[in-house]
T-cell receptor, first 113, second 115 residues
């Protein structure tokens, strides 16, 4: 079946622009997670949803970062006024429930010029 | 969250067994031990998890020490496709209720498989 789908695969934008990254989870998966991964490092947690409710946003680095999942399925991670330090691979994962294995997408590589 | 300690890197010959260690001396009674791996240029992939008893699945086996302060992921016959970074992660079984449900990946063990 279809896995977690993320778009775009690559995003290059100028500093100061806003970007929106999309995640389409596996159908029926209740939980959805966003991570950020720097080169050579493991993924770092950003935020997590159960259905449409944002359960934990403790990993969002500052208020330029926000996420939503309005209908409990597709999620969007938005970064406002991007900075070069925001450049990274952004990964989305979904799971059947909170304690179930997480299934990861291929990520969006974001480059801020 | 309780943390884990893994060697930075390991090597194995192809078709030989691989034992990947993980220390988690501060594990709590409600922490599950999860293993994920990340192949080059791919997202992390779930491998296996357990609480107290040893676990087997089609990918690997998980051996958990009696005191639960350490565990070992066992790949019974390494192939070139097993070359990846392996992450040992603790997840609180109550995390779904408290909202503390993310995975803390750390830096993992980079496994190199030699043909």
């Amino acid at each position: 079946g279809a896995g977690v789908s993320q778009s775009p695969r690559y995003k290059v934008t100028k500093r100061g622009q806003d970007v929106a990254l999309r995640c389409d989870p596996i159908s029926g998966h209740v939980s959805l997670y966003w991570y950020r991964q720097a080169l050579g490092q493991g993924p770092e947690f950003l935020t997590y949803f159960n259905y449409e409710a944002q359960q934990d946003k403790s990993g969002l680095p500052n208020d330029r970062f926000s996420a939503e999942r309005p209908e409990g399925s597709i999620s969007t991670l938005t970064i406002q006024r991007t900075e070069q330090r925001d450049s990274a691979m952004y990964r989305c994962a979904s799971s059947l429930g909170g304690n179930q294995p997480q299934h990861f997408g291929d990520g969006t590589r974001l480059s801020i010029l | 969250d309780a943390k884990t300690t893994q060697p930075n890197s390991m090597e194995s010959n192809e078709e030989e067994p691989v034992h990947l260690p993980c220390n988690h001396s501060t594990i709590s009674g409600t922490d599950y031990i999860h293993w994920y791996r990340q192949l080059p240029s791919q997202g992390p992939e779930y491998v296996i998890h357990g609480l107290t008893s040893n676990v087997n699945n089609r990918m690997a086996s998980l051996a958990i020490a009696e005191d639960r302060k350490s565990s070992t992921l066992i790949l019974h016959r390494a192939t070139l496709r097993d070359a990846a970074v392996y992450y040992c992660i603790l997840r609180d079984v109550g995390g779904e209720l408290t909202g503390a449900n993310n995975l803390f990946f750390g830096t993992g063990t980079r496994l190199t498989v030699i043909p």
